[in-house]
């Protein structure tokens, strides 16, 4: 019987969207992170009368014909793309990204990345990096002897010193939009990569061009919907459970045929 194999394909495509739920649910407390769908797509359908097709008995057209599907499949896990709230952290090199815009690190392969994670740090040599030590593009190095910094909303980096009472600059962030957002891929560590899909990364200064702006001594918080992740979560355990009761269902009609006399 067909129906086993698509109630087996409608319990994995359940299975996967409990996955993705579970994810999202994972990461509602990280910074930046946009909550992901699971969406699915019929499976090919087996024509047993094609609509349109002459009966031979009388010369009528059939109006609808016999299609049989054959079940569901993974069609994309797409990011939703949402501004999160913003979190103040009181913190100098805290930025959050207020619309549209990634900032770009240099990843130890010489590539680069983009993230809208904006908990920076400073290293060693002075220089603005990200959690992970990747150098935040294009490279800002903070003078020892820098008593605080500022960053505008436009990314201009100012350091200010005991001896002087203007701000020196050192630097201004760019942002990076894409044409198709969506088609960036995630490599963790709140970092994407630029693939055919989302196109070339566009490079523009905060504020400008439709690009968001930066808000220093703030983060973005996560966008995941809670309350809306737990609904669709006990929506995708009733599709598995109701899937499972057809394979239930086919078992006993099977055991019954052969008990047939």
């Known amino acids: 019987m067909r129906a086993l194999k698509i109630a087996a394909t409608g319990m994995t495509a359940q299975q996967m969207r409990v996955e993705t739920i579970s994810n999202n649910l994972a990461n509602m407390s990280t910074t930046g992170y946009n909550a992901r769908r699971a969406e699915f797509a019929d499976l090919h359908y087996q024509q047993m009368a094609r609509a349109g097709t002459v009966n031979t008995a009388d010369g009528t057209v059939l109006p ?64 603005i990096v990200t959690s992970d030590g990747f150098a935040v593009a294009p490279e800002v190095t903070i003078p020892d002897d820098a008593r605080s910094i500022s960053i505008n909303a436009a990314g201009e980096v100012y350091a200010y010193f005991d001896d002087a009472p203007e701000g020196q600059l050192l630097g201004q962030f760019t942002l990076s939009s894409f044409s198709n957002a969506k088609g960036l891929e995630a490599i963790g560590s709140n970092l994407f990569k630029e693939t055919e899909a989302s196109g070339p990364p566009v490079i523009g200064t905060p504020g400008e061009d439709g690009l968001g702006t930066l808000r220093q001594g703030y983060l973005e918080d996560s966008s995941v919907d809670a309350v809306r992740e737990v609904t669709e979560l006990i929506e995708a355990q009733r599709g598995y459970e109701m899937n499972a009761k057809v394979i239930s269902a086919v078992d006993q009609m099977m055991g019954a045929t052969t008990q047939v006399r």
């Open 64 to 127: 609808t014909g016999v299609q049989l599907g054959l079940g569901v499949r993974p069609a994309a896990v797409t990011v939703q793309l949402a501004q999160g709230a913003l979190a103040a952290t009181g913190s100098d090199l805290d930025v959050a990204i207020e619309g549209r815009g990634y900032l770009e690190v240099t990843l130890p392969n010489g590539q680069s990345g983009f993230t809208r994670d904006g908990s920076l740090k400073r290293s060693a040599e002075g220089l």
